[in-house]
């Protein structure tokens, strides 16, 4: 054998003792997260349902963290739960928890927005060893509370004072085994609000037709929020408004809206219910002015 | 020089090896890897152990000899030199692989010519006549590396074994000597943040720009405060090496890089952390939750500013 024939079969055997790197078979279709947002008097509850499909144990949960393994990502959340500014270990009545889990309030560093932590008590410990001086911490229970493969958890829920969709729609960062999960959140509730709207002429352009008058009664539904909100936003137009174009008088369950007749405009009144979880519905009314007013009727608006 | 040796070695088993041409074959392909110049990167000739010899032959035929002798007889062990037995792989260290070269010394030995003596001898050894490999010594040494996993390939019938790679180019994360960064890397502040390290004006002004916060009905958080600076370094240390690392499938870099992973996954560093933070100072805080129009007022009431409002809205450092 020559030294030729000798070198080739090294760089062969060599070749062939690549290593195959070891691979989990880990994927987010292991674990599905999903929320369902509900108002609920003034607060807003979010509840979240974690099922887990895979072969691992769930010990730690981080809703509104965006955290893909291979890459930046970003905290999501923005609107913080009620009570904040005393413990970043949320109380029981402001975020309900898995036994034995405690959850907290997560801010990457130099973030202004945040993510919920679910931490399972042993994990928290492994993880933080030191803080469990805190008296807020979670305990650490032997064997650990871990949500097991095959289960699915539904004692998860936060309380803000306001609605934060991305709460609903954003991202999960899952301890999974000894792999990190970066899950999108689904919305359990994806269906829009009812929105009914009745807008009821309330005069004529009779006596001084330098108004239109109407009135508008608005009522909103959900499938599963059960005070979806109901927004009358500003009155727009295709020309420049001035204060004095319109005026809106809310009522108990309806509005009364004044719109000056002007000639060629158009205006337009929008209508918007949402539900916590972010589904919107979208109601516009346009009223055009009748071109048959008399000028006389009109001539108080500057052209 | 245990390069150098190992070649040795390996020459000199190739010229006695008589006896197995599969073994001929594993020993040539050592010999081969021991002077095959390194032109492979990542891959490196695993070494030779000394030999660990068990010496139970030798101790049976001292044995067997002072035994004769008690008659007054005699009778010589002749050694038969070394061969090579099977190769064994053995399993240790969590998986790595340990290959071992085991081989034997038979002896042979020589009945006394004397009739009485042949029958003590014979009595003694149950060997007659010119008998061999009766007993044996056995040695073993393992190959090992000196550098990343001992890994093997077979070719046709044999084995060969390959360091598969040198040290990894990232090196291990740096311990966490200073006891105050210790205590933030184990947690102690993962709920709240460190303020009683901050100096006395941060301190002052963050309770000034918080008490205002309130009186507005803002709802005002304290999300960092002091941050040791080798806790910071090892935020960004963990933050570099993981970019180093995320794609990096060198079996040499594994140890490494599944602790970088767990370092980052526990910090979940999104960012890079910055180099000179004023945090590792006391010398800032950071406060969210403030609209950015009322940030600055009321920053500036207390006596405190945010140098970067777009870039890093939430820090807040004192006025000088």
Known sequence: ??????????????????????????????????????????????????????????????????????????????????????????????????????????????????????????????????????????????????????????????????????????????????????????????????????????????????????????????????????????????????????????????????LRNVPGRVYQMRYVSYDASGNTAVKEIEYKVDPSLKKSSYLTVPL | ????????????????????????????????????????????????TDWVTNTSGSTTIQAWQQEVGRYGCSFSATSLGWTPTTQRKMFSNGGSVVVSISEVQRFSFETPVDNTCATVFYNVTTCGGTCSGYTQNSRRRSLFCTSGNLSETRIGTEWVWTCSGNTCPVPPLTPITDPAARVHEDGRYAAQPDLDNLNSRTQTGMACILQRAAGEGIVATITSAYRPAQYQSHLQEVYDKWQLLKDNAQPECQEVKDAVRREFNKHRVIR?????????????????????????????????????????????????
């Not at chain 1, 760089?11 to 674990?31: E, G, M, R, V, W």
Request: net charge neutral.
């Open chain 1, 1 to 258: 054998m020559t030294k030729a024939n000798y070198r080739s079969l090294i760089h062969a055997a060599l070749t062939l003792t690549a290593f195959s790197p070891i691979t989990h078979a880990q994927t987010t279709t292991d674990i599905a997260i999903t929320a369902w947002g509900m108002h609920y008097g003034s607060d807003v509850i979010y509840k979240y349902q974690v099922k887990n499909s895979g072969s691992n144990a769930i010990k730690r949960i981080l809703v509104g963290l965006h955290h893909p393994q291979n890459g930046e990502g970003n905290a999501e959340l923005t609107t913080l739960p009620r009570n904040n500014g005393k413990s970043h270990w949320l109380a029981p009545d402001i975020a309900k928890r898995p036994e034995g889990w405690g959850v907290k309030l997560f801010f990457p560093e130099e973030s202004e927005k945040f993510a919920i932590e679910w931490v399972e008590g042993t994990y928290f410990k492994e993880i933080s060893p030191a803080s469990l001086q805190d008296p807020n911490a979670p305990s650490p229970h032997n064997p650990p509370k871990v949500q097991p493969p095959k289960t699915t958890w539904d004692a998860f829920s936060v309380t803000l004072a306001k609605p934060d969709f991305a709460y609903a729609n954003g991202h999960a960062s899952i301890d999974y085994g000894t792999a990190v999960l970066n899950v999108p959140v689904q919305k359990g509730d994806t269906s829009p609000p009812t929105l009914d709207v009745i807008t009821e002429r309330v005069n004529t352009n009779g006596s001084n037709g330098k108004w239109a008058i109407y009135e508008v009664k608005a009522s909103a539904r959900d499938n599963y929020d059960p005070s979806p909100r109901l927004i009358f936003e500003p009155i727009s137009s295709n020309q420049a408004l001035d204060s004095g174009d319109y005026i809106v008088e809310a009522r108990k369950n309806s509005w009364k809206i004044w």
């Open chain 2, 1 to 48: 020089m245990i390069i150098g040796s190992a070649i040795r070695e390996g020459h000199a088993l190739f010229r006695r090896l008589t006896i197995n041409v599969g073994h001929i074959r594993l020993l040539a392909m050592l010999i081969l890897i021991a002077v095959a110049p390194s032109t492979t990167r990542g891959q490196s000739t695993p070494q030779l």
């Open chain 2, 272 to 320: 890079r952390p910055v180099n000179n933070s004023q945090h590792s100072t006391g010398n800032a805080v950071d406060i969210a939750g403030i609209p950015g129009e009322r940030a600055d007022s009321i920053a500036a009431a207390c006596n405190m500013y945010r140098p970067e409002p777009s870039k890093d809205r939430v820090h807040f450092v004192p006025l000088n």
